[in-house]
């Protein structure tokens, strides 16, 4: 055998070869979608699954068929045509809840298709009453704890209240005395310092003041007129002393002569 010969007769058998590993793959797709057909009888629950599987192994057969024609045989048997997806009829149209309703004590609900359904009792029947309740009638501290009174003659300590008391504060400082100088009030302390409290402030206007208008005698009297209006009697005009009238006169001191 020639060279030439062998490198043909290696091709052939390489050939025969491939088609026989695709056709044993080809009879185990077929093998597999026999037993997918048989599980779809028996278990109804896993129907669309398998549906789903049988439709893979059937495409998967396709292109191991297409490959052997491609290689220049015929597949003994046809792969079966993949599945398509069967489309159900649309459900009946479905209701939804446009309210509910408390009467009774029974809920009721209405639905948006016009009807309506007692669900039945959810408000349950009132509860026995309960132990009578106590209120606060006085606290009192006693000892530094609080001690509460309740209204069924009970009490309770409720516990410390007051604390202990604290460490002595610091030396504080007393006010010696005050006095104004110069319009500011000036502030002297029990530790000898002094503080300038500031200005003080003005007082209130006095009362206007009154001037003498003239001073005249009448039977022997002193009668001064003031430049309010007024007149003061201010004494004896008859002696030969010195007549000193009232303060209102301003200080102003008369010498009479006798008459």
Known sequence: MTRIERVVDDAANDARGRHRGLWIGFLAVLAGLLLAGLAIGRQDGKIDDLGQQASDNARTAQLLAEQVQKLGGVPVVQPPQPQQPVQGEPGPAGR???GTALIGGRLLIAFDDGTSRDVGPVVGQPGSSGPPGRGVVGTAIVGGRLVVS??????????????????DGAPGRGVTSVEAVDGRLAVTFSDG???????????????????????????CRWQVTYTDGTTEDAGNACTTETVTPS?????????????
């Open 247 to 259: 303060p209102t006169t301003g200080g102003l001191s008369l010498l009479p002569s006798r008459r």
């Open 150 to 167: 309740y209204s069924d003659s009970t009490t309770e300590d409720v516990g410390q209240v007051v604390g202990t008391d604290g460490d």
């Open 96 to 98: 939804g809840i446009a």
């Open 193 to 219: 310092t002094r503080q300038d409290a500031g200005p003080l402030p003005a007082g209130p206007p006095g009362a206007p003041g009154r001037g003498v208008q003239r001073a005249e005698v009448v039977d």
